[in-house]
């Protein structure tokens, strides 16, 4: 069966196509500047990589234009052979634990949820839209980044401020990048062999968030109300005193959403090192010797440790620690810091496995007391396999 999955954001729209269940990927590709000048397309099929600039007025634009690849390139011979298209949706809040089939009621509730991802919510609708619009006898199913996070405990999700905001407001916890922990969380269970497992899962990417996962169920999470909570990020600052907002306010007189605009943007390894965002400048510039990449990249690994180490007491032990995401899965000097930061615990680096990136690795030695395995992350297969047993 051919299943599309599907991730749609303001201006972009990236698909990968599967043979399920198989989970055989047909054809990828991104749609990019969707609404702007200059817009263009790339795909990958069979290990090529193709790029064309065409018109890009709106998202049915760039789904009509899938599809017609899809068919060029024989992935399918009709429209009727897709099956299924899964949505990945960012936020779903309180109302999803769970992939569901999407009805104008699901549309309706993400579109409540705006509010809490401005940025990706609205967009994901837009790209359900184009996908009904286009392919309108395909199940469309939303796979949503919030999901696994809804089984941690209530002492975990709610933050210690009036109760009734919580009610009211819907002021907690939800987490981000479930997809993503849940992935990693099942491929190392399927190489450990069992399913009673606690793991700590460790997405660190431009954006980052670490799970602490019980018999394959989150019971903790790093990420908050927003995608701006925990892990010290790329421009994010992720844990900070909450009274420096109005404390600063005051001081600069930056409006809410200018100070929302520095949190988010102008924080993290960007807003310590006055360099970048990314991790790869960080490291140029430490080799460099410069100072303030130096403490940007101690914080930040310093924040790393700091929750694996909790949840590993809050789990009461790990079996295995998975680093994912485009750091966890590229970043030698940030595994190696880490890795090292936790000798109390018995774990114990293999310098040599450690060496290697992108690929499936378990970096700890024979003696190390708990292994560590870099994964890389694969949500569109994720979303794939949710939505083919949706379609079934
Ligand atoms: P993601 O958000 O998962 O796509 O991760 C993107 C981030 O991964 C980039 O901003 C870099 O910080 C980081 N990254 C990618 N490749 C490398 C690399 N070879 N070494 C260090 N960091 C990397």
Request: glycine residues 8%; aromatic residues 6%.
């Amino acid at each position: 069966m051919k299943i599309l999955s599907v991730n749609a954001g303001s201006s972009s729209l990236k698909f990968q196509a599967f043979e399920m269940p198989e989970e055989k990927v047909l054809i990828s590709g991104v749609f990019e500047r969707i609404g702007l000048d200059s817009s263009f397309y790339t795909i990958k099929l069979n290990g090529e990589k193709i790029q064309k600039e065409v018109d890009l007025p709106n998202h049915k634009e760039a789904f009509e234009i899938l599809v017609e690849e899809l068919i060029s390139n024989k992935i399918v011979e009709s429209l009727e052979e897709i099956k299924g298209i899964g949505h990945r949706i960012v936020q779903g809040g309180s109302y999803f634990d769970k992939t569901e089939v999407v009805t104008e009621d699901v549309i309706a509730k993400i579109d409540e949820l705006s509010a809490l991802a401005p940025l990706h919510n609205p967009a994901a609708i837009v790209g359900i839209r184009a996908a009904q619009a286009v392919v309108p006898n395909a199940v469309q199913t939303v796979v949503f980044d919030t999901a696994f996070h809804q089984t941690m405990p209530e002492e975990n999700y709610l933050y210690a401020l009036p109760y009734e905001w919580c009610k009211d407001y819907k002021i907690r916890r939800y987490g981000a990048h479930g997809t993503s922990h849940k992935y990693v969380a099942l491929r190392v269970d399927e190489i450990l062999g069992k399913t009673n497992t606690k793991l700590i899962t460790c997405h660190i990417g431009n954006g980052a968030s670490i799970s602490a996962v019980k018999d394959e169920k989150c019971v903790n999470t790093s990420m908050g109300l927003t995608p701006n909570a925990g892990l010290i990020m790329g421009s994010r600052c992720g844990d900070i005193d909450a009274t420096i907002v109005p404390y600063m306010i005051e001081k600069t007189g930056l409006s809410p959403r200018e100070m929302d605009t520095v949190l988010n943007k102008k924080s993290g390894l960007l807003g310590i090192s006055g360099v970048s965002s990314d991790s790869r400048d960080i490291e140029d510039g430490i080799k460099a010797g410069n100072e303030r990449c130096i403490l940007a990249q101690k914080m930040y690994v310093r924040r790393i440790i700091d929750y694996i180490v909790k949840y590993y007491f809050e789990l009461g032990g790990a079996d295995a620690i998975v680093f994912t995401a485009g750091v966890g899965e590229n970043s030698i000097a940030t595994r190696k810091a880490v890795v090292e930061g936790l000798k109390l615990l018995g774990v114990e680096l293999d310098e040599e496995a450690n060496n290697s990136r992108g690929k499936e690795t378990l970096i700890t030695t024979k003696n190390s007391k708990i292994p560590v395995y870099v994964i890389p992350t694969n949500e569109e297969v994720m979303i794939a396999r949710d939505t083919y047993l949706l379609t079934k």
